[in-house]
């Protein structure tokens, strides 16, 4: 794994508790030097429509902090990739789903039956990204930093989690009772 990605990953976990730190101390400017880093890490050798739209909007909201000199837009960019994730989910569905193309990756001849099932996840996962999203909004405009750095730094990485074990149980299960 190249260095730049475990940065990346970490700079992501850490992101909201970084916040949280920079924006109770008084240093709520430092937020845009935060995602500035997370727009360079993003970017460097990636080719994905979605990382883009993630570094657009965090270069977006970087230039926005140091703008104005609050770090409210930098609780933003939670809302940003949860609706970029959605936005390519959903996109998706005009086509081949999403969930349907990472599994041709394994299975290039899927049945029938588990294409549907892959269109029904792939509802599911814009359906988890809107809510995600709703919800990261409103700890942003609505609820305090602490809290904000909570359901974004931990319960949505949870409720993620849950999300793919849920699916992956759900799979085996309709796999099982397909035989």
């Not at 970490?10 to 500035?36: D, F, H, Q, S």
């Not at 979605?50 to 609780?75: N, Q």
């Not at 005009?94 to 029938?112: I, N, S, Y």
Request: hydrophobic share 55%; net charge positive.
């Amino acid at each position: 794994m190249k260095a730049r990605t475990v940065v990346f990953a970490l700079l992501t976990l850490c992101y909201p508790p970084l916040v949280w730190w920079t924006v109770t101390r008084g240093y709520g400017e430092w937020t845009a030097v935060i995602l500035a880093a997370a727009v360079l890490l993003q970017l460097k050798n990636r080719k994905s429509a979605v990382v883009w739209i993630i570094a657009g909007g965090a270069a977006v909201l970087a230039a926005a902090v140091l703008a104005t000199g609050e770090a409210l837009p930098a609780k933003f960019y939670p809302v940003v990739v949860s609706a970029a994730w959605l936005a390519f989910f959903a996109g998706s569905l005009a086509g081949t789903p999403a969930v349907e193309r990472f599994a041709r990756m394994k299975m290039p001849d899927l049945p029938p039956s588990a294409v549907r099932y892959c269109r029904r996840v792939t509802v599911a996962w814009c359906v988890f990204f809107l809510a995600n999203g709703t919800v990261a909004l409103d700890s942003a405009l609505n609820r305090s930093d602490a809290w904000w750095a909570l359901y974004n730094g931990l319960i949505s990485y949870i409720a993620m989690g849950l999300m793919f074990a849920g699916e992956y149980a759900v799979r085996l299960w309709v796999r099982r009772n397909q035989r």
